[in-house]
């Protein structure tokens, strides 16, 4: 999934709005990677600041 993008920046508000309604229909796992610049911060606001740990899953890679 491309991440949204508001004036060249990934647009936390509308990412926040996209983890509301997948959590509502269901949905827990999340994925980020290093490799996509500012994913792991933008996941960080969107949904670990947001939501119990016990309400999702998140998977990340680290560089080698």
Known sequence: MRLPQKDGAI????????????IAAGFTYFD???A???????IR?????RYPCERFQLATQNAA
């Open 45 to 49: 606001r969107a949904l670990v600041e």
């Open 32 to 34: 980020t990677a290093w």
């Open 11 to 22: 647009d936390i508000d509308q990412m926040k709005e996209m983890v509301d309604r997948f």
């Open 36 to 42: 996509c610049p500012g994913s792991e911060d933008a």
